[in-house]
């Protein structure tokens, strides 16, 4: 027979008891706070403005890849080193479309493209 070794398992330590304290809220919990962004004081357009600035300079909608693309070649604005920029430009329109709703600069023309609201 061999002999089987038995390790002793810790005590386990007693957690300390933590409260967490509900900040209170002037407004609703289901209302959202839409921010009104300033213009960058560094003179730098960010990603949305620019291809807010194609779409109304193109006659038909575009993929953000395609966006991307024409945002570089044009000078508005380059990706700062991201693997998918397009991937978060779709999302930053997507959401400003969801959030602002009629009062958003672009509306989806089809399925992955957009297009500025006329």
């Not at 949305?48 to 193109?58: F, G, H, I, R, Y």
Request: charged share 30%; net charge positive; no cysteine.
């Amino acid at each position: 027979m061999s002999a089987k070794k038995t390790t002793k398992t810790a005590a386990a330590k007693p957690r300390k008891a933590t409260t967490t304290k509900a900040k209170a809220s002037k407004a609703s919990p289901t209302a959202k706070a839409t921010k009104t962004r300033k213009p960058k004081s560094d003179g730098k357009m960010s990603a949305l403005d620019a291809a807010a600035k194609v779409l109304t300079s193109s006659s038909e909608p575009m993929t953000t890849k395609q966006l991307i693309e024409t945002m570089a070649t044009k000078g508005l604005w380059t990706s700062p080193g991201g693997k998918t920029p397009h991937a978060t430009l779709y999302s930053a329109i997507a959401r400003e479309i969801n959030e602002k709703g009629n009062d958003a600069r672009f509306v989806k023309a089809e399925r992955g493209k957009f297009a500025a609201k006329r």
